[in-house]
Each structure stands twice: as structure tokens, then as C-alpha cells.
């Protein structure tokens, strides 16, 4: 357990994959599209294409070749490129329904739990490449308890874009070391605790599902590895 | 009750006086520091002094004058210029502890029950010229059940200007009309219809202790006036 003394005071969480199951999530939502629509296709693959295609067009923002766009307006680039490449119809107000599940992603079961339990001890909120309204939904639909939503939104960057990290932190008046990132992706970690948070790493094997390959192994940088939040909660003392 | 045609999606709240008795909790706690140092004054003009300083130093700022600083830092400016004019002696520690007095107002009577009520129904937010860790921190010493924290901080504008307003529904991903401003001062009612969204008049009779006068009747181009956020929930079907 963490001494008081090197304890943050804030929590901040990546969502999609150390919050909520995004690929089981899109996989049910997209097949149940498809079946009312009397459509199939291999819709595992289909969510891996959508998530795969997120990278990419993000860092074309990052990169100045797109202006600022929302992950809701990136999310539906990529949606329709999928539907042309997978033969699939939808209409508009199904593709907007569609593009909607990533505002429904279910979290992993240890979640709520473990958020209510770090809530009674630490300031907890989002810190993701998700738009606002995204999370904000998100957490309506799930009962997340969070003190506050950050997005990169409100930074106009994307992660990992040092503005994001530096920016939360201001918004919540403290130094960077007194906030903790936990995200279950080393890279997100790493490019944190350059901005001067702490970090937790949080193991979420199943994230790309049973046949993903992870690198599960502890990060030997955080502060913190935890093998889901109720672990995280116990190690941090909450 | 309004029909679900009129019905918005969202609902913001306006916080000082419409959420929180700031008098109240600002008297408490000057007098506090006050006893601990041997120290006593008027709190009650103290306390009116410190709320008057803010309209004209937020001027200062909407105009131009100032550079964007977040509240916590005017409401410091003001309380420096107030020690003088009362007389006071605080250390640094104790003007920063006083000032933070600010992140601790406590709410009027209903607002909880009428908050969790309200937050079924619809989204519920604050929109706030207070910064964002004032309003963080106030919802966690409360338990005020936001879904979303937005403050003036996030668009480096303050209220009335219409960025705040319109910035706060782009964020929600929604349209202006979907939107509505709870407040208990005409004003920012007024400046939010101007950008489109609805608004509903909460009479908040105490804001200026029992002695001050207010504008207590009917805001007849509001679409909802209530007395408080019980009556404001069974209004909205909440």
C-alpha cells in the first residue's frame, strides 16, 4: 500500500480497453444491426477494423493533416469505409445508431465496484480521447461514479499529446505529480509520467479478446500494477 | 409538466446562489478564521464585499483588461484588497485556506433530492463561472450528483458572454434548444436564450441573507419557474 506521503490525490482513467470492454461491446451492437437488418458478416473482425481504424485517422489530427474533429466524427469516417468494405447497408439513421454503441460500451465487471471504492479516497475521472458527450453518456448508461469527465476534447489534442496530460491536471489545480493516470496500455503510461503523473497499469487481458496477444507483463515504471480496480483500490489503499 | 416535445436533454445549472448558499458558507467560514486568529469583524459585509468584487473583476477580464485567470485567482485578488480594507491579519497559509472556503459552499436545502431526482430524467451538469477543481471539489464535499462539471474555465470565457453557453451544448453534442439553463438570476437566463437554449427560474429568496432584495417574481420567458429543485423536478416530470 502506498504511504501517504507518495499517494496522488487524483485518479484519472483511460477508458476505451481499462474501463470498458469496447470490442465485446461493438461486436453485440454491430451483429444486432446487422440481424435486423437480416445482414452477417464476420462482425469480431468488423469490430477489430473499426477500433484499428482509430489510430490512424487520429494521428492525422495529431499530425495537422485533419483539423480538430471529434473521436464521434473519426468513429463514423471509419464506419463508412467498413460498411463499403465489408458489402454491408445501412441507412443514415442506422449508421448514426451504429456510431452511437461506442456511447454504450459496457464496463469490465470489477469496474463500479472499484470506482466506488477509490471514490471515497481519490478525486476519480476520465482522461480520454473520447468527446465529452461520449462519456458523458457512457457513464449515465452505466452508473460511472465520477467526480469529473476529461476528454481530450476540451484540449482540442489527442493522447498522447503532453497537452492532455498537462491540461487535466491544471483543470484540477494540482501538480502533475499528484495525479495518477491508470490505463491498461503502456504507451498511454509512458507518455503520462514524461508529463510528470504517476502511473498505475492495470492488466486487462481480454481487451482484444481471447485470442489477443497482450503484453500483460508488469510495468516495471508505474507506480502501481493491479490486475483489475478492486486490486488497484486495495493497493492504493482505498 | 412539460411534454416530451418541449422536454430538453439536458440540464445545466448556474452554481453561486442558484445551487449553493455562498453567503451562508462564506460568513461561516471568514468568522472561523477569524476566531482562530483573535480576529473579528462584520463577516456579513465581509462576506457581501468579497461576492461585490466579483461582477467588476470578471469585467475586467471579459473585457480584455486582464488576461484569462481562473476565479479561484480573483476571488484571491479580491479577499488581498478586503484584508487591507477590513483591518485583518492572515498568513499566506490562511489566505489560501480562506480562499479555498469557495470549493465548500454548502447546497440550499433541496438540492440534493432534487438533483437525484432531476438526474433520472435527464443529463445534469453545472455551468459555472467557478473553475473547474472549485466545482469538482464542491461536488465531492456535497455529493452533488453531476453527470458533467462544466465551468466558464473550459472556454476561457466567462458568463454572459454567449462562447460559454453554446461552447457547453457542443460539448453535450447537442443543440442549443435541447439545452436548458437553470438559474436564479434573470441575466444569465436571458444571455442563455439569446444563443437558443431553454431556461427555468428558480427563486432562491436567501441568496442575499434575509435583509436583501431580489427579483422574486415570475421570469416570464422562462419556460419553467419554480421554487426550489423538488418543485423544479415535478415541473419537468423528473
Same sequence: chains 1, 2.
Avoid at 50 to 73: I, T
Amino acid at each position: 500500500m502506498l504511504t501517504d506521503a507518495r499517494a496522488p490525490i487524483a485518479l484519472l482513467f483511460d477508458v476505451f480497453g481499462t474501463v470498458v470492454d469496447w470490442r465485446g461491446s461493438i461486436i453485440r451492437e454491430a451483429r444486432r444491426a446487422g440481424r435486423r437488418k437480416g445482414q452477417s458478416t464476420d462482425w469480431e473482425a468488423f469490430a477489430d477494423a473499426w477500433r484499428a481504424g482509430y489510430r490512424p485517422a487520429m494521428d492525422r489530427v495529431r499530425r495537422g493533416e485533419l483539423p480538430w474533429v471529434k473521436l464521434d466524427h473519426l468513429h463514423r469516417m471509419i464506419l463508412d469505409e467498413l460498411i463499403e468494405r465489408f458489402g454491408l447497408r445501412f441507412s443514415e439513421r442506422e449508421k448514426r445508431e451504429l456510431n452511437a454503441a461506442w456511447h454504450r460500451l459496457s464496463p469490465w465487471p470489477d469496474v463500479v465496484r472499484g470506482l466506488e471504492r477509490l471514490k471515497r479516497r481519490y478525486c476519480i475521472g476520465t482522461l480520454s480521447n473520447g468527446n465529452v458527450a461520449l462519456l458523458v453518456d457512457m457513464a449515465r448508461h452505466e452508473r460511472l461514479p465520477w467526480d469529473c469527465v476529461f476528454s481530450a476534447e476540451l484540449f482540442r489534442r489527442y493522447k498522447p499529446d503532453s497537452e492532455v496530460y498537462l491540461g487535466a491536471a491544471e483543470l484540477l489545480g494540482l501538480p502533475p505529480r499528484d495525479v495518477m493516470l491508470v490505463a491498461a496500455h503502456k504507451d498511454d503510461l509512458a507518455a503520462a509520467r514524461r508529463c510528470g503523473l504517476k502511473t498505475a497499469f492495470v492488466r486487462r487481458p481480454l481487451e482484444h479478446g481471447p485470442a489477443g496477444r497482450l503484453d500483460l507483463s508488469d510495468d516495471p515504471r508505474s507506480m502501481v500494477n493491479a490486475d483489475d480496480f478492486i486490486d488497484l483500490a486495495r493497493k492504493l489503499g482505498a
